[in-house]
Structures are given as structure tokens and as C-alpha cells.
């Protein structure tokens, strides 16, 4: 009863504070807080919020995008979500959805929140749908790297291809994923057939095979074991 006669926006600054210290968490309180519609206060914590507001906070121009999944429960079923951020306007679905897609989740619903004055932002609340032979904690295991690599996508600063499903499905860093992309590239130059789908379903569908293949290239080509390169060969090979 105590919290909730406090109201939303001071409880939105204790997280902050709880977080960042008193000066920090209430100038974004100031700044953000605020700004936010009247349905999304409705039906997110305090805690939520604050956790918005700091993503937020990390991106520094329009071009830049942020992504943060996180799990909600309703009628005792888990599911999915990611909110991806964005300062200045919207995201087009049709822009948003082929990336998801393409990292092989699947957007069952969306809803847009619009933050104007000051702290002018947009988040877009993704509710995913993920393949049967993945559960949520794998995902949320590696929230970090695969919310990197889905922002890094949404803002143009690397590629948006069927490729980007082994960032989730193999459990591959986003860096060896662009080696396999320029290896098929390279396959299909020499005369291969096989589409980019029919190849990444075969890797997605082997993840021991893939990593060891991307053990195999990085013990023939790491500069770092130049030294003992035969024997890190041998033992990627075994």
C-alpha cells in the first residue's frame, strides 16, 4: 500500500537511485519519467521503467538502436518479449520485423510506446515466438550478446541475412558468423548451388559441427597461436 501511494514516477526514481545515486537517478527521472503514456505506466513496474529509461540513456543519436529481452508471465505461462529502443522516431515493422525474423524468432505481437518532450523515444514491446528446440533461459542466458547483435542489425552496422540465426540457434559470437558468411559467399562464387537458407539450416541444425568447424578456422588463421599453429590444427581436428 506504502508503494503504491508513492506513485509511479517516485518509485521509478528510488530504482534509479537504488542504481546510480541520487544526483544521476533523479535528473533521468526529471527527464524521462515523465514522458512516458498513461497505458505503459498502467501495466509496467516501477522497476521496469527505470530499467527502460537506462537503455535508453545508452543510445546517442537516432541511428543508434538498443535491445533488452526479458520474460513475462501471464496466467502462469512464460513467454518472450524484447523491447528494442530507439531516440527520435519510429521504427517501421517493416524494417524491425525481417531482422527478428532473420535471427530466427518470430513477432507474434507488437506494441509501440512513444516517449515525447525532452527524453523524445521510442520503444517497440516485442512479443516473441521461438522454434520448439529452444527455451527461454537459453536465449536469456545470452541475452547479452544476441541483444548486441540484434541492435548492431537494426542499425545498419552489420548485415541482415538468414545468417544471423546462428547467433541463437548454434550459440556462436556474432564475429564467426560473419566468417561463414564470407566463406558461402566465396562457395557460391566457385559454382556451389546450395541457397543461404538450405546452408544455415544445416549449421543451425549441427551446433557441435559448427563450433568446431569455427575452431577449426580460428586454430589455422588466429594470429595469436602462430606459434604451435600444427598442434592447435591437430587438436581442433580431433
Not at 526529471?30 to 521503467?49: H, I, S, V
Amino acid at each position: 500500500l506504502d508503494a503504491r501511494a508513492l506513485g509511479w514516477e517516485p518509485r521509478v526514481e528510488e530504482a534509479l537511485i537504488e542504481g546510480l545515486g541520487a544526483g544521476r537517478g533523479t535528473g533521468l527521472t526529471l527527464t524521462y519519467a515523465g514522458q512516458f503514456p498513461d497505458f505503459y505506466r498502467n501495466r509496467t513496474t516501477p522497476e521496469e521503467g527505470a530499467l527502460d529509461i537506462l537503455r535508453l540513456t545508452k543510445l546517442h543519436d537516432e541511428a543508434e538502436r538498443g535491445a533488452r529481452f526479458y520474460r513475462e508471465k501471464v496466467d502462469g505461462e512464460e513467454r518472450l518479449r524484447l523491447k528494442i529502443y530507439r531516440r527520435g522516431g519510429l521504427i517501421p515493422l517493416s524494417e524491425a520485423v525481417p531482422v527478428l525474423e532473420n535471427f530466427g524468432f518470430r513477432v507474434l505481437a507488437e506494441i509501440p510506446i512513444e516517449l515525447e518532450g525532452e527524453a523524445q523515444a521510442h520503444i517497440h514491446d516485442c512479443l516473441l515466438d521461438l522454434s520448439d528446440s529452444m527455451a527461454i533461459d537459453e536465449v536469456l542466458s545470452r541475452a547479452k550478446v544476441i541483444e548486441q547483435a540484434i541492435a548492431d542489425v537494426l542499425s545498419g552496422k552489420a548485415e541482415n541475412d538468414p545468417f544471423n540465426q546462428l547467433v541463437l540457434y548454434a550459440g556462436l559470437e556474432p564475429r564467426p558468423v560473419v566468417w561463414l558468411r564470407a566463406w558461402f559467399r566465396y562457395m557460391r562464387q566457385t559454382g556451389v548451388a546450395f541457397s543461404d537458407a538450405t546452408v544455415v539450416d544445416a549449421l543451425r541444425r549441427a551446433p557441435k559441427a559448427t563450433a568446431a568447424l569455427i575452431g577449426l578456422f580460428t586454430a589455422a588463421h588466429d594470429p595469436k597461436v602462430a606459434n604451435g599453429r600444427d598442434a592447435a590444427v591437430k587438436a581442433a581436428l580431433a
